[in-house]
């Protein structure tokens, strides 16, 4: 018996998607007595979707195991009692209900720092705080710890100030989907739709998440944007990709995130993150001399994330050992941050995966040649060199034939530039980086 069991879960589990499964199959026990199969539901909503969705294709099931006709009758959690109504169910309260209290107040634009990195953003973002709709949905993505979140959450704030008397959520979008859940699991759908449709800002954040096989929450984001959209209410989204490359997403979401405007914040450039490290620094009230900080800035690069943690541990050292901040210290304090993992990548072996990638030989890297086919793949094995070794633009010039610290920072900048409007060159940076760390 128990294998059957275990055969009409897998038949389920093809049936419905994940969401469905996890939601009003996964809590459920069956069981069979004397002709009647015994199905324990949690509560009545869950027992009403079992009704319409699952009974058929179980009895279905078990007709075609036992050659017979079985007939079915529900318990609540085990026993056999009267079922709650709708009406006694749990209270569901969409994050919607909650929206006064989820924008961190200290998230502004006041605090967050510009650059060419994040320019187009942060122009777009500021208008939406305006009130300006003609962009819309405005869709920013890049990778993780760039500042995604504080600026979709500047715009919160900034629009609660300049329109106080409207509504604004900001959801991440993992408690958009465990909004739908318990709304289908407590039969509270309307109330959802309701609380969501009255908004006249919503700021999703990591819309990644919606992709893959979440159905139902994929439909209801789709309604609910249309919804909002049509009554031309703002709608802002981040995500860690561009729209086309969220896994298994509906082409019409995809469609609707390309239609608005999407913006892609890229690594933050030298200046700005020299800019980055003065400001965390003087706000962890510590002084950093212009050595530090370009020391800190040459060698941390990936992301905002890592530079704030770069300045606190300067700072916790200089606490621990009551001395000032030198650059030896410094260079101890972020140690693990830029020694080990980048002393095991150098020149050679980025030339060698860049060259293998775009099919052309290593030495055309470092040659005169300037043609496109070898400028282009010139110009991003230089920009990995500058973010995933230690080398500074000296010797990163002197390893691509002698070229002088200007033309290093010309072909950084190039990619920088190039990033920003080409998600598909951005992705080629990201595959040459993990072939590389390989």
């Known amino acids: 018996m128990e294998n059957f069991w275990q055969d009409c879960w897998k038949v389920l589990r093809t049936h419905f998607d994940a969401e469905a499964y996890d939601a009003f199959i996964k809590p459920v026990a069956l069981n069979i007595e004397n002709d009647t199969l015994y199905i324990t539901a949690p509560n009545k909503a869950t027992e009403r979707w079992l009704r319409s969705n699952v009974e058929p294709l179980l009895l279905q099931l078990i007709k075609t195991e036992f050659n017979k006709t079985f007939t079915t009758s529900y318990r609540l ?3 056999a009692v009267a079922l709650p109504e709708a009406s006694e169910a749990p209270a569901f309260i969409p994050a919607a209900e909650k929206s006064n209290s989820n924008l961190p107040k ?3 634009f006041d605090n967050f720092i510009p650059g060419r990195a994040n320019e187009i953003p ?18 920013i993505y890049g990778s993780t710890g760039l500042g995604k979140t504080h600026l979709i959450q500047a715009i919160g704030n900034e629009y609660r100030k300049n329109f106080p008397q409207r509504r604004v959520l900001y959801i991440n979008a993992r408690s958009f989907l465990n909004d739908v859940v318990n709304a289908y699991r407590l039969n509270q759908q309307d109330k959802f739709k309701q609380r969501y449709q009255k908004l006249d800002l919503l700021i999703v954040d990591d819309i990644q998440y919606i992709g893959g096989d979440k159905i139902r929450t994929q439909e209801e984001f789709f309604f609910l944007f249309n919804t909002l959209y049509e009554e031309n209410k703002s709608i802002v989204i981040s995500c860690d990709r561009a729209p086309s490359k969220i896994k298994d997403l509906p082409q019409r979401l995809t469609t609707r995130f390309n239609a608005g405007l999407p913006t892609h914040i890229t690594p933050p450039e030298f200046e700005l993150r020299t800019e980055i490290v003065r400001q965390k620094a003087q706000t962890q009230g510590i002084k950093l001399k212009n050595d530090i900080v370009y020391f800190i800035a040459e060698h941390v690069k990936s992301n905002v994330r890592e530079l704030e943690g770069a300045v606190n541990r300067i ?10 901040p030198t650059l030896a210290l410094c260079r101890d304090a972020i140690a693990d941050l830029i020694g080990h993992a980048n002393t095991l990548i150098h020149a050679d072996m980025i030339k060698e995966k860049v060259a293998h990638y775009y099919h052309i030989r290593t030495s055309d890297l470092s040659s005169q040649k300037r043609h496109r086919a070898i400028a282009i793949p010139r ?4 920009y990995l060199c500058r973010q995933m070794t230690n080398m500074s633009l000296p010797e990163i ?8 610290h200007t033309t290093v920072l010309h072909s950084c900048r190039w990619v920088e530039e190039s990033i920003k409007n080409n998600p598909n060159l951005w992705e080629e940076i990201k595959n040459l980086e993990i072939s590389i760390k390989d």
């Open 379 to 382: 110009h991003i094995a230089v």
């Open 122 to 139: 942060l122009i777009a973002a500021k208008n939406i705080a305006k009130g300006d709709n003609t962009v819309n949905p405005l869709f």
């Open 397 to 404: 010039g002197r390893s691509f034939g002698k070229r002088n």
């Open 106 to 108: 200290q998230r502004t």
């Open 77 to 79: 959690n085990g026993h």
């Open 315 to 324: 700072r916790a050292m200089v606490q621990y050992q009551k001395a000032e």
